[in-house]
Structure formats: C-alpha cells, structure tokens
C-alpha cells in the first residue's frame, strides 16, 4: 500500500477525516466479549469513564469539538452487510460459525452505540459511557483510537508538508530497520495488537501491511477486525479483563466467597459459551 502520509496528514486540517471507518476497527476479542454479553447479560447496566492517567498537567491538546465530531460519526456507524457475512462464513482459530446467527442478526438491526458524555476539567477532557453493558462495552476501543489520533493530528499540524514528509519517512526506516531484525528471529510468532493506542488508522495499517508482507509464516495476523477483513488476515484476539471486572462487581458486596467465585464462573461460562475453544484468557 503507498499512501502519501505527508498529504493525508496535512489534509486532516481542512474537513472531517474519520478515525473510525467501520465498527469493525475494533480489537477481535471485543466482538466475543460482545457476543458473550449479549447472550449472559442482555439486561446488566454499567458505567466506565476514560480517564487521562498523566499527573503532568494537561495533555488534551486538540479542540472539544472535534472530539464530539469524532465520537457523534462513530456512534452513527452501523455494521455493514459484507462485515456481517466475514464473520459469520470465516474461521476463527479453527472454528467456522462461532459468531451465532441470532447475534449477528442483532447486530445488524438493533445494535447501536450508546450516548456519552463529555466535560473538560482543567484541561483534560472526562469521557463516561452509562447504559446497558451491551450497549456501552464497544465504546472502549472507539473512543482510545479517537482519542488517540486526534493527539496525533493536533501534534502533526505543527509540521508543515515537508516536515510531515521527513518524519513518515523516518518512520519507515525505523520500521524496516525492525521488520529486519525480526526476520532474523527462528520461530516468530508476532502479532499486532495497536488499535487502542496507534498513531493512526493510515499508518497501523501499512505496518500490518509491511510486516504480512515480508515476515511470512511468523506474522500470525492482527486483533483489528476490519485490517483482517480487509487484507484477509488471521484476527487475534480471545478475551481481556473486563469481564471478570464487571462480574466481580456483580458479587453481593461484602461477600467474599461470592467475589472469589465469580472468576471462576467467568472461566465456565466463557467455555460453555465457545464449547472449549479460546481458552485463552
């Protein structure tokens, strides 16, 4: 793929460039997790905040209207007809079918992406998702990636075009310089997982693409669903902590012996829901 980052890069500040092009640029895991809620916990409300951890002063460095922009096209997006059959006519580690129809058929007419809200408090902006679990759970690679690149974008208008262009080409050479180290590993087994913290969608996808391309057998795929879709690639990815997170959460509190079993539970429901594949926590 050849993309000339210095114009794109330089483009961004002129017209609404999305972040998200589809609901499947998201981590894998995520579409299991989701379908795990959907079929455990249909009815279970939550509530998470996307919080910025630094204690360095305010980091937030581009406008609170473009990050409404950003999320409002997001939340818009709806699952596309062609994903919707990647997924239910792929094979994932090994397995064809392991998205239900009934879920898929969900997705496809009642899925929709809750509301958020958004302040600013001493510079830093304060992200919170309130509403059924189904509902607010795909909020969480969304909005990192948002965020993320329009962090990006804010630092890359400070370059002109010419900067622009020696930076990416600079980049590219650390890139190779990498790419040729690994080649040198026996036995790779190597995976991308930068959806939630990447520079930007244009450049996670060619080094996806560099690396398929010239690490062979040990480039095993990547956990962004769409750049799998896209370029036909293994999607990785099985589960991650939120779950027993919130299951723990769920335990009557004060019960000890309640909140030390619910991991375990979260273990049997997993299995029982993916018939003893991805067992991978």
Do not use: C
């Amino acid at each position: 793929m050849i993309v000339n980052f210095a114009e794109r890069a330089h483009n961004h500040n002129w017209a609404l460039d999305p972040v998200t092009r589809s609901l499947l640029d998201t981590d894998f895991y995520k579409l299991l997790m989701l379908q795990f809620i959907w079929k455990h916990y249909p009815k279970t409300r939550v509530s998470f905040s996307v919080l910025n951890r630094s204690s360095t002063g305010p980091v937030d460095t581009f406008a609170h209207e473009e990050l409404i922009a950003q999320l409002d096209h997001a939340r818009n997006l709806r699952f596309r007809r062609s994903e919707l059959v990647w997924l239910a006519g792929n094979t994932f580690y090994g397995r064809r079918g392991i998205f239900e129809p009934a879920f898929l058929e969900w997705l496809e007419r009642d899925f929709r992406l809750s509301d958020y809200e958004l302040s600013v408090k001493d510079g830093r902006f304060h992200l919170s998702f309130d509403g059924l679990w189904i509902d607010t759970t795909m909020w969480e690679l969304y909005s990192l990636s948002i965020i993320s690149e329009l962090r990006t974008r804010a630092n890359l208008k400070k370059l002109s075009e010419f900067g622009l262009d020696i930076l990416y080409a600079r980049a590219k050479t650390k890139l190779w310089d990498k790419i040729e180290r690994l080649r040198e590993v026996s036995n790779l087994s190597v995976a991308d997982f930068g959806t939630r913290r990447r520079h930007s969608f244009l450049w996670q996808e060619y080094v996806v693409e560099a690396m398929a391309s010239n690490l062979g057998n040990g480039f095993t795929g990547t956990s962004n669903a769409f750049l799998a879709h896209k370029h036909d690639l293994e999607a990785i990815g099985t589960n991650a902590h939120e779950i027993p997170m919130v299951l723990a959460a769920l335990a009557p509190e004060g019960d000890d012996e309640a909140l030390k079993a619910s991991q375990y539970h979260v273990l049997e429901m997993w299995q029982q829901t993916y018939e003893g594949a991805l067992r991978i926590m």
